[in-house]
């Protein structure tokens, strides 16, 4: 068999293998689908530098560069091994085998894994073992089933050198398969690849069908919102400027930055959902979806902030949250008093370390169900999440939130820890340049520079602007509801004049500290400096 036929039967058996894990994934759990669980624990196991440069180079679309990634690594392996199996099939068995062996490894190394989420692998092995061999020998099939060749025979038979071959003629079967490929049977392999697409094609719909995507997509559109018992203040009239390149003051759910290390977004039925509060606890607790929305529900609004966000990067955005107040619950459950953190787990075993005092001091730290009037997007932790005004999203903000464990800092860890980020993480006071982008090419004459600045939970007072690091001139300050939200800001009487300039902006918070021009990296605790953006004027 040719190389590039028998590659060909490798990715179709391969495809095979994949469509029938896929299938096994939904009727066993759809996040054991095995390219995920690999990809996971890759993600796991790269050091944070490398984690570090994904987010920054390739931004929200990490994931899907990374699935493409393992992607073209399997398909590679797959042609290999038809290559492989096609001298021998044990050979490409065995390389099936070993892939196999990775696949259950990743399996059960993942948070919360039973012996079920190996079936995914081990099904798609069997599949693509069986898959290898039938294409395998369908591409040899004329080879031993046709008559053998003239030259093939007997050497009683052999003609004398230099004779005719007369009854070469009277065998289609040897004509068809060419030449140089005797034993290599072209339409059998065509119809055997053909067969082995659409069983991959079926499987693998079906499993996605089967993932159950659907089914949590209905529930959520059919979830009605309760009326908050502590609606949210009025919005200041004069909390969005409305100009045209700013933030908005709420920034809508589909604008809403996404960070998770989840590859498939956990699919969590509210029907089966529960939040589990035990550990250092008097009475552990669990709450059902109903019971969370049968409690005084409480509207706040709150800006979001990740650790990761660059100084002016777009990991950052507001919204109003509708949610039962955690310490409510917490103080339901009666927390010891020498606990100091909360460790919260997602559906799909992500951790993350709260400090309890944080949540305890009044603040509206909230388990929310709801983003913007709407339940909670799946993407951003449907159907529940925690909500922490002032602290990053690493160590508040669970989503899909399934268990929150009361104990102490020195006696767990959760996720970031020990890869290289602070056990607590207050959000560092920061401002943004919306307006003008940077890289513009304006016109000289009055310009408008807008942007938002945030200091959660302690509040924004003023916002500075300079032009080439001439003086720092007062932005106008937007109003904002309370303390837990971003605000915007503009200086509109700019006289931008022919030339580059570069334009900075700093903010002040409400404890009185101005930003520092100290430029650090976002590890291990967040971004400082002053956000800056060159311009042109022509
Ligand atoms: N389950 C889960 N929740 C999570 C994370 C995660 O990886 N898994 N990441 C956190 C981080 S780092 C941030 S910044 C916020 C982002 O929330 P968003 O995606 O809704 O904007 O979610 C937090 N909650
Ligand atoms: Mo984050």
């Not at 065509?190 to 993932?211: F, I």
């Not at 929305?293 to 990761?308: F, G, H, I």
């Not at 669970?398 to 767990?412: L, N, S």
């Not at 940077?438 to 009055?446: F, N």
Request: proline fraction near 7%.
């Amino acid at each position: 068999m040719p190389a590039w036929a028998a590659a060909l039967v490798g990715l179709v058996a391969g495809a095979v293998a994949l469509g029938v894990s896929w299938l096994v994934a939904g009727l066993v759990k759809a996040s054991a689908f095995p390219v995920l669980v690999v990809g996971d624990s890759a993600v796991d196991l790269s050091p944070s530098w490398l984690k570090e440069w994904a987010i920054r180079t390739f931004g929200e679309a990490d994931k899907i560069v990374l699935l493409s990634g393992v992607s073209v690594v399997l398909a590679a392996l797959a042609a290999g091994i038809g290559i492989l199996a096609s001298r021998d099939l044990r050979y490409g068995h065995a390389g099936l085998a070993v892939l196999g062996a990775i696949g259950v490894a990743a399996a059960l190394t993942r948070p919360g894994a039973g012996l079920a989420d190996t079936l995914p692998v081990l099904a798609g092995v069997a599949a693509g073992m069986v898959a290898l061999s039938r294409l395998t020998r369908r591409a040899l099939a004329s080879g031993s089933d046709s008559p053998r060749p003239p030259t093939g025979g007997a050497p009683e038979r052999r003609p004398a050198a230099g004779a005719e071959e007369p009854d070469h003629v009277l065998r289609p079967s040897v004509m068809r398969a060419g030449e140089d490929l005797r034993s290599f049977d072209r339409r059998g392999l065509l119809t055997g690849l053909l067969g082995g697409v659409a069983v991959a094609g079926v499987a693998g719909a079906a499993g996605r069908l089967l993932s159950g995507g659907a089914e949590v997509d209905a529930a959520r559109v059919g979830l009605a919102l309760p009326t908050p018992a502590a609606p949210a203040g009025p919005v200041p009239a004069g909390s969005d400027l409305k100009i045209k390149g700013l933030s908005p003051f709420f920034t809508p759910n589909r604008d809403f930055y996404r960070v998770d290390t989840a590859l498939i977004v956990p699919q969590v039925d509210p029907g089966d959902w529960t939040l589990r509060i035990h550990g250092m606890v008097d009475r552990p607790i669990e709450l059902t979806f109903a019971d969370l929305v049968k409690r005084p529900l409480v509207e706040a609004d709150v800006t979001l902030c990740c650790v990761s966000n660059e100084v002016g990067g777009p990991y950052v955005g507001n919204a109003r949250w509708l949610g039962a107040r955690l310490s409510d619950v917490l103080r339901e459950a009666g927390v010891r008093k020498d606990a100091d953190m909360l460790l919260s787990v997602s559906a799909d075993g992500w951790t993350c370390g709260t400090p309890l005092d944080v949540v305890m001091d009044g603040r509206d730290s909230l388990l929310a169900i709801a983003m913007n009037g709407e339940a909670l997007p799946v993407d951003h932790g449907f159907p529940a999440r925690q909500v922490v005004p002032g602290l990053y999203g690493y160590v508040s903000a669970t989503k899909w939130v399934t268990e929150i464990k009361v104990t102490r800092f020195d006696r767990d860890q959760a996720y970031w820890t020990p890869r290289g980020w602070a056990a607590k993480g207050p959000i560092k006071t920061q401002s943004r340049i919306d307006l003008p982008k940077s890289g513009a090419s304006l016109r000289p004459g009055r310009t408008v520079i807008a942007g938002v600045a945030w200091a959660q939970h302690k509040g924004v007072d003023a916002v500075e602007v300079r032009v080439d690091r001439g003086e720092w001139r007062q932005a106008r300050l937007a109003e904002a509801p309370t303390a837990d939200t971003w605000r915007q800001w503009v200086l509109d009487d700019w006289d931008a004049v022919p030339g580059t300039h570069t334009i900075q902006v700093r903010a002040t918070d409400a404890t009185g500290y101005t930003q520092t021009s100290e430029v650090t990296a976002v590890a291990p605790d967040g971004a400082t400096g002053w956000h800056t953006v060159e311009v042109t004027v022509a």
